[in-house]
């Protein structure tokens, strides 16, 4: 079956550490993003991108860093730098230009 | 930038009843999607309706149907024959025909009642 999965699904942040949640999709999508979701909110754009190698900063990318360098490929590294990560995190992927974006399950990320 | 306002945060309702949760938008944009996703307690996020801005004809998906008013610049979603599964976050959200974001909003939390 064609889908995004996200790993893990639950995920542990000291502090100062950076951690990367995956993002994997076999839909042979173009687009993929990344949103992050805080209780209670709605998602917010944190990076998103059209192509392989490249991509474009959102709304709240300070903090958070990624690359594509394949296109089935979106990681997401949550860096020492955001200071309030604890969210729950979805990853999206999206067709052409008039499709829909398709969700992973999300990883909840939280601080020890 | 576009915004997606969802002014309801919380909404109940008795299963097979009707609902109708409401969603505006703020745009200088004349072509664009609208969408509704729903959020369950799994936190899957499952796209229930989209609507063209360019198709004056509402969209329809079995229970749910939006009334777009393009103008007023409102999209609202209705829930006919309510039933418990239905119990979940909705999210409204935009998407420009130049940008390839989505904006949602804040969501709306459905419970239906027994």
């Known amino acids: 079956d064609g889908g995004i999965t996200q790993s893990p699904k639950y995920l542990f942040r000291k502090e100062g550490q950076n951690v990367t949640l995956s993002c994997e999709q076999n839909?042979?999508?173009?687009?993929m993003y990344w949103y992050r979701q805080d209780p209670g909110q709605g998602l917010r754009l944190i990076y998103y991108?059209?192509?392989?190698?490249?991509?474009q900063k959102g709304d709240i990318a300070e903090g958070y860093s990624v690359s594509r360098e394949k296109k089935e490929s979106f990681p997401l590294t949550v860096t020492s730098a955001q200071k309030n990560p604890t969210a729950f995190y979805l990853c999206?992927?999206?067709?052409?230009?008039?499709?829909?974006?398709?969700f992973g399950d999300g990883t909840r990320l939280s601080i020890l | 930038a576009q915004t997606v306002t969802q002014s309801q945060p919380e909404m109940s309702v008795q299963e097979a009843e009707t609902v109708t949760l409401s969603c505006t938008y703020d745009?200088?944009?004349?072509?664009?999607?609208l969408f509704w996703y729903k959020q369950p307690p799994s936190r899957q996020m499952i796209l229930v309706i989209r609507?063209?801005?360019?198709?004056?004809q509402n969209a329809t998906e079995n229970r749910f149907s939006v009334n777009f008013q393009k103008a007023a610049k409102s999209f609202s979603l209705k829930i006919s024959d309510s039933q418990l599964g239905d119990t979940a976050m909705y999210f409204c959200?935009?998407?420009?025909?130049?940008?390839?974001?989505?904006?949602f909003g804040a969501g709306t939390r459905l419970t239906v009642k027994p």
């Open positions: 999206a992927s999206r067709d052409t230009d008039n499709q829909p974006q398709h």
């Open positions: 839909l042979n999508h173009d687009a």
């Open positions: 991108s059209q192509i392989v190698n490249d991509f």
């Open positions: 745009t200088s944009e004349s072509n664009y999607y």
């Open positions: 609507q063209e801005a360019y198709k004056q």
């Open positions: 959200a935009f998407m420009s025909y130049n940008n390839n974001d989505m904006r």
